[in-house]
């Protein structure tokens, strides 16, 4: 049973670009969350996703950031016009349902942003 | 909102001796998670251990183990005979329990870097 996957595992963006981030949930999985890590800091939660839903997303910056998690194919954090201060480590979660379940983590992603 | 706290940003110890990693929150939320997530240097979240809030009872999982106290909303995790392996950063995580205003995310603090000494 394969774990959370996220690709790319780095992704490195020149300011003005776009980056996609992936992420394939454990099988089973219908609920992904998406956290970000600055450096030296602990990570933050972002927006959670149901298929084909978005249902929190109070920690995602208004402009720029994107998530989805379509009916068929992993769940995408889109980031448009990349400026530093996006880079981070990216890390999705998934669960089984959200009702006292634990979160299995993905590897991340370490976006760097030139 | 609910914050984590924790206060001991570097900690060091020598292998096989035990160590306390120290952790606050703060809630007005009656049912709740807490957890201890380690992250090694490739980054990988784990999950050390969980703490439901209604059990009085500490969780302990091998080595780990934490003091939960409810009233002085702490919760602090022991490794005991530590072990080189240990190295990494250690976060607190809070959730509350999902309902129709809370959807299940963790709240992270800041995170303890513990280096364990041969």
């Known amino acids: 049973n394969a774990g959370v996957m996220q690709n790319p595992r780095h992704l490195v963006r020149r300011r003005g670009q776009e980056a996609r981030l992936r992420c394939s949930p454990m099988?089973?999985?219908?609920?992904v969350y998406w956290y970000r890590q600055l450096p030296e800091e602990g990570l933050k939660f972002m927006v959670y996703?149901?298929?084909?839903?978005?249902?929190?997303e109070s920690g995602m910056p208004k402009e720029r950031f994107s998530a989805e998690f379509p009916k068929e194919g992993p769940s995408i954090l889109r980031i448009q016009q990349v400026v530093r201060g996006d880079s981070a480590a990216y890390f999705c979660a998934s669960s089984p349902r959200t009702e006292n379940n634990e979160q299995f983590f993905g590897p991340g992603t370490r976006l760097t942003v030139l | 909102a609910q914050t984590v706290t924790q206060s001991q940003p570097e900690m060091s110890v020598q292998e096989a001796e035990t160590v306390t990693l120290s952790c606050t929150y703060d809630t007005s939320e009656s049912n709740y998670y807490l957890f201890w997530y380690k992250q090694p240097p490739s980054r990988q979240m784990i999950l050390v251990i969980r703490?439901?809030?209604?059990?009085?009872q500490n969780a302990t999982e091998n080595r780990f183990s934490v003091n939960f106290q409810k009233a002085a909303k702490s919760f602090s995790l022991k490794i005991s005979d530590s072990q080189l392996g240990d190295t990494a950063m250690y976060f607190c995580a809070f959730m509350t329990y999902f309902g129709s205003s809370n959807t299940g995310k963790l709240i992270f603090g800041q995170g303890t870097t513990l280096q364990v000494k041969p």
């Open positions: 703490q439901e809030a209604y059990k009085q």
């Open positions: 099988k089973g999985h219908s609920h």
């Open positions: 996703l149901q298929k084909e839903n978005i249902i929190d």
